[in-house]
């Protein structure tokens, strides 16, 4: 069992920054893809980047040029850097971990609001 713990959520206006860490208690942490979620209220969870165990990257269209994903083997975690940000971007934010089984984390939440 691999435990997820987010941080780094909070409210932020738009146009400004916030940094999601997710620590991620296994030894194997170099083996798993690790990926950031997102759910607004009243919409399905959507796939927002994911880096691979080799570090190859993927972005939703909606965030390519403004949000950043990288990890820190060394440190278990994985990090979400998000600038740029917009209203639309307000959700609950969740971390996976991929490697032969599935694992999220319990979600932070990001508001975008002036």
């Known amino acids: 069992q691999v435990q997820l713990v987010e941080s780094g959520g909070g409210l932020v206006q738009p146009g400004g920054s916030l940094r999601l860490s997710c620590a991620a208690s296994?030894?194997?942490?170099?083996?798993?893809?690790m990926g950031w979620y997102r759910q607004a209220p009243g919409k399905q969870r959507e796939l927002v980047a994911v880096i691979s165990s080799g570090g190859n990257l993927n972005y939703a269209d909606s965030v390519k040029g403004r949000f950043t994903v990288s990890r820190d083997n060394a440190k278990n975690t994985v990090y979400l850097q998000m600038n740029s940000l917009k209203p639309e971007d307000t959700a609950v934010y969740y971390c996976?971990?991929?490697?032969?089984?599935?694992?999220w984390g319990q979600g932070t939440q990001v508001t975008v609001s002036s």
């Open positions: 296994t030894s194997i942490f170099s083996l798993y893809a």
């Open positions: 996976n971990a991929k490697y032969i089984t599935n694992y």
